[in-house]
């Protein structure tokens, strides 16, 4: 992976003098999906001198993840974060300043004060482009070899550990043997095993599924974020959703009109929005979070949004809540609003043909990350010796629910100031052993079970495509393992996934051939590996009878519909280990023991 953790990952090894290896699914590393991260990174620097500190920066962090993270990793991630924007900077990587030339903050949700370092809404862009350019400088200096258009499909392992893998020449079809003593997996999260999410096309879990098979344990699959700011869903032929940072939270104030007949004109089109009269508008994440207001975690925001367009209170299609600035620009003016949002407003308005400055933005919930991933320990190894996992590809910092701006700084910090460290501690003795050939039965054995894999499925030939599939997936996925879960649902979703399974590998037809460029026979093998990865998040979120962070059991919460953890039962990281094609995997326990942070139930009230 070529995002944020890869390619700083790649940059800093490559500094200290290994021979490292670098695969990019995309033809630049400057199209790796942490380029579409657009609010900021945090980090407890206190330049607004508002009481912020590494310790706060950690608990907001666990607490924001409803006590379900690993405390030691957690608060390493608050320590080196500051680190992070000293190295941007030195990068050159413009953060926006304010008007004394210091580098400007901004709040995001689950925090009270303003630490989330930010370059317009484009934060994610420049900072990729900081860890391009330290990549590029070891690509020429001839310590790092980057490989463009390659996709991983088999991990290869001897005695136990992993030593190289097998990749696909995605402009070619050619399966191509890479060896190695250590392997780091960087390849992002799987929200698009729902289909509609705010994740590229391109972004898939199948790296993780692969080490998952060769004996990785996989932690928490349930826990998958839902973005409270997302244009809505406006048709069945979409293939993607749009984000809309979080950031604009800031001075953005969502809203639904407190009168349902109000809300039934606008859908109707016989009433606007700005029609809707300040006393007639509720505010309904002021009125219930005030200490909080716009700015609750994400999780808690999405939830409110689902609960009002449940309700009836929708605008648009009724799947939708306001995001309105007239109040910011009112207080601001226009133009300091357009200095701080004008390429998202510029970006809304291409897609929906509306103008937020003058009319309130439309705004839902959609699939945005997720918390789950490989199974790590402390030096970010998966169970695998050798295999390392970084960014969202791990499970390591976010616990249940990941805080705004929080993704960056995992990334960067995985990268920058983690891997550099712990790889060299597994490497220190391996120093004597001879690289693996790639001619070894090792390879080949992998190589051969590869081939089979994809000429099984050209074989079908069946009448079903790829995204017809891949669109049932996510429909079964979105009703039965979305935002608001239950018993019944995830119980009806394992056997409808294992008939969809089924009528993957008897009916799916993949055009083209093995040996040239088959962007279907790509998407083909993600399908196999994300229905697999499906029935692991109905598992998992099933066995976790409990309500924590993204995880919502509707059986479980309060009565003001507000999470409800059992702490007692499942404080621990459900890590599950793959059996076999035809076996249930097994569920291990890690116990997560706070020694620093009291627990307690969140509050944002």
Request: charged content about 25%; aromatic content about 8%; proline content about 3%.
């Amino acid at each position: 992976g070529t995002g944020l953790a890869g390619a700083s990952a790649a940059a800093s090894l490559g500094a200290l003098g290994f021979n490292v290896k670098i695969f990019c699914i995309s033809d630049s590393p400057r199209r790796a999906h942490s380029i579409a991260a657009q609010g900021g990174v945090n980090a407890a620097k206190n330049y607004q001198n508002d009481g912020d500190s590494v310790g706060r920066l950690f608990y907001d962090t666990i607490k924001g993840g409803d006590y379900r993270a690993r405390e030691a990793n957690v608060h390493r991630l608050a320590e080196v974060a500051n680190s992070i924007i000293d190295q941007c900077v030195a990068q050159g990587v413009p953060f926006a300043r304010d008007y004394s030339g210091l580098l400007d903050n901004r709040s995001f949700g689950g925090a009270q004060v303003s630490r989330t370092f930010y370059a317009k809404g484009q934060t994610g862009q420049q900072l990729l482009l900081g860890a391009y350019s330290a990549l590029s400088k070891e690509i020429k200096a001839g310590t790092v070899k980057m490989y463009e258009r390659r996709e991983m499909v088999e991990l290869v392992m001897k005695d136990q550990r992993a030593r190289g893998i097998i990749t696909r020449n995605l402009s070619t079809g050619e399966l191509e043997r890479h060896s190695a003593h250590a392997v780091v997996i960087a390849t992002g999260g799987y929200g698009n095993v729902y289909f509609l999410s705010t994740n590229a096309m391109n972004c898939n879990g199948s790296a993780a599924i692969q080490c998952y098979r060769k004996g990785a344990f996989f932690a928490n699959p349930c826990y998958v974020q839902i973005h409270p700011t997302c244009i809505p869903v406006h048709g069945d032929k979409q293939s993607k959703l749009t984000l809309m940072s979080e950031s604009l939270r800031n001075d953005g104030r969502i809203w639904v009109p407190k009168n349902i007949d109000d809300s039934v004109a606008i859908r109707e089109g016989r009433m606007k929005p700005t029609d809707i009269k300040e006393e007639d508008r509720d505010y309904y994440l002021e009125r219930r979070y005030p200490a909080f207001g716009n700015l609750v975690p994400r999780d808690i925001a999405s939830r409110a949004a689902k609960e009002r367009c449940d309700a009836g209170y929708g605008v648009g299609t009724g799947q939708a809540v306001y995001l309105d600035f007239k109040t910011a620009i009112e207080r601001l003016g226009r133009e300091k609003v357009e200095a701080r949002y004008g390429n998202l407003f510029q970006m809304y308005e291409k897609i929906v043909d509306e103008n937020p400055y003058e009319t309130p933005m439309m705004i839902y919930p959609a699939v945005h990350y997720t918390m789950g991933g490989l199974w790590v320990d402390y030096e970010l190894q998966t169970t695998i010796p050798g295999l390392f996992a970084a960014g969202e590809a791990n499970f390591s910092d976010h616990g249940a629910n990941r805080l705004g701006a929080s993704a960056l700084m995992q990334g960067l910090a995985d990268g920058y100031f983690v891997l550099p460290y712990t790889v060299q501690n597994y490497l220190s003795d391996q120093i004597h052993t001879p690289r693996l050939s790639v001619d070894s039965p090792e390879f080949m054995e992998a190589e051969k079970s590869v081939k089979e894999r994809m000429e099984k499925i050209l074989s079908i030939k069946g009448n079903k495509t790829v995204d017809t599939l891949q669109r049932d997936l996510g429909h079964i996925m979105w009703e039965k393992v979305g935002m608001g879960r239950q018993r019944e649902g995830l119980q009806e979703a394992i056997p409808l996934l294992a008939k969809l399974k089924n009528e993957f590998w008897s009916n799916v037809r993949v055009t083209g051939d093995l040996c040239s460029m088959n962007p279907e026979l790509e998407k083909a093998l993600r399908l196999a590996d994300h229905i697999e990865l499906a029935e692991l998040m109905a598992r998992d979120g099933l066995q976790r009878e409990e309500s924590c962070g993204g995880h919502f059991r509707l059986e479980h919460q309060t009565e003001e519909g507000e999470a409800k953890r059992d702490d007692e039962n499942f404080m621990f990281v459900g890590a599950w280990e793959y059996k076999g094609e035809m076996a249930e995997p097994a569920l291990h326990k890690e116990a997560l023991n706070y020694e620093f942070i009291h627990v307690q139930q969140r509050n944002y009230k």
